[in-house]
């Protein structure tokens, strides 16, 4: 199994550009999770989706973020526009039902905006 | 809400030293419990979890944790540290209650091991 895949592995834009992020989660987990990572704030939840459907997406921290799983094979994070702020690092996770909470997590898009 | 607090958020030891971290979360119903490692450079991989039965759990690389329920924690520990131990270390907990899926992590510790 070739695990959680996440691209690109590193991001570098400018201020006002729109970003995207892309995520394959493992084959046949019905559950996926993006995660951003931070010096200050270490790692937080923004979106998850279960069967493609987004279920919690407190985490989103404004308008300018959006996430979609238009199949159980692919997400993106979209970012527009792009802030300073933004910068971190962003994991992509999955699951499924027979390992209950267990989340497996791709090696993360490092975005920095400047 | 839940939270999980991991106080120490850097620590520094010396080859064949021993290891504890501390890892305390909020919730008071029924949790799973993880610890996460990440090595410099990579992503997150689980190093050990529970979810029930035996309070010590055992995972990888000789890393062990024992779940206190009545004192909400889950401590991370390793009788003899490597300098390959060097990364930093997430506890997490799910609540099972909710049924929310989501992990609620720690703030993280960077171990560094010194050879």
């Known amino acids: 199994d070739a695990g959680v895949i996440q691209s690109p592995r590193h991001e570098v834009t400018e201020m006002g550009q729109e970003v995207t992020l892309r995520c394959k989660p493992i084959?046949?987990?019905?559950?996926l999770f993006w995660y951003r990572q931070t010096m200050m704030r270490g790692l937080e939840l923004l979106i998850y989706?279960?069967?493609?459907?987004?279920?919690?997406d407190s985490g989103m921290p404004e308008d300018r973020f959006s996430a979609k799983m238009p199949n159980a094979s692919f997400s993106t994070l979209k970012i527009q526009p792009s802030e300073p702020r933004d910068s971190a690092v962003y994991f992509c996770?999955?699951?499924?039902?027979?390992?209950?909470?267990?989340?497996?997590f791709g090696p993360g898009t490092r975005l920095t905006v400047t | 809400a839940q939270s999980v607090s991991q106080h120490n958020h850097h620590v520094i030891l010396s080859e064949a030293a021993s290891l504890e971290l501390g890892c305390n979360y909020s919730?008071?119903?029924?949790?799973?419990l993880f610890w996460y490692v990440q090595y410099p450079g990579q992503h997150l991989q689980l190093l050990l979890k529970?979810?029930?039965?035996?309070?010590l759990v055992k995972g990888i690389k000789g890393f062990e944790a024992e779940f206190i329920k009545s004192k909400f924690s889950f401590n991370l520990r390793k009788p003899s540290v490597q300098w390959s131990d060097t990364a930093e270390y997430f506890c997490?907990?799910?609540?099972?209650?909710?049924?929310?899926?989501?992990?609620?992590f720690g703030s993280g510790t960077r171990l560094q091991v010194q050879p």
């Open positions: 996770a999955s699951k499924n039902s027979g390992t209950p909470y267990e989340q497996y």
């Open positions: 084959s046949g987990h019905n559950s």
């Open positions: 989706f279960n069967n493609n459907v987004p279920i919690d």
């Open positions: 919730y008071g119903g029924t949790v799973n």
């Open positions: 529970y979810f029930s039965g035996d309070p």
């Open positions: 997490a907990v799910n609540s099972m209650d909710t049924g929310r899926r989501a992990l609620t």
